[in-house]
């Protein structure tokens, strides 16, 4: 009976074990690992129209970027605030479509699709 519940109990420890080390994994909270990062909130308006020309134009196979959701991540919103930070922008000057590049920053789906056409050669 002991062996059983000690089996059960070890099996259940390396279940969560690998549940856990699966989310971490998977974890969305991520520092940029390219040299550009463009910043989206999931329900902005701006970053879906952005997001269709990304995909209308093909510029993830163009361009290597780094895509980030702030709106529902705080880990991430804090990675944006610190990249503004860098740019000298003011916390109440931040907003989405947010690309940091190159070492400068730019708001707002024009700039950052100018942006990504340059690299794109399009």
């Known amino acids: 009976m002991n062996k059983k519940i000690i089996l059960g109990a070890a099996i259940a420890l390396l279940a969560v074990g690998a549940g856990i080390y699966s989310l971490a994994k998977s974890s969305?909270?991520?520092?940029?690992?390219?040299?550009?990062t463009l910043f989206y909130g999931r329900e902005c308006?701006?970053?879906?129209n952005l997001e269709k020309f990304m995909k209308?134009?093909?510029?993830?196979?163009?361009?290597?970027y780094d895509y980030i959701e702030v709106w529902h991540n705080?880990?991430?919103?804090?990675?944006?605030?610190?990249?503004?930070?860098?740019?000298?922008i003011s916390e109440d000057k931040v907003g989405v479509p947010f690309l940091y590049a190159e070492g400068k920053c730019s708001i707002g789906g024009p700039d950052v699709e100018k942006f990504f056409k340059e690299k794109a050669g399009i």
């Open 28 to 36: 969305p909270d991520a520092r940029p690992a390219s040299g550009i």
């Open 45 to 48: 308006s701006h970053c879906k």
């Open 74 to 88: 705080k880990i991430n919103a804090n990675i944006l605030m610190e990249k503004a930070k860098e740019c000298g």
């Open 56 to 64: 209308e134009n093909k510029i993830e196979e163009k361009v290597e």
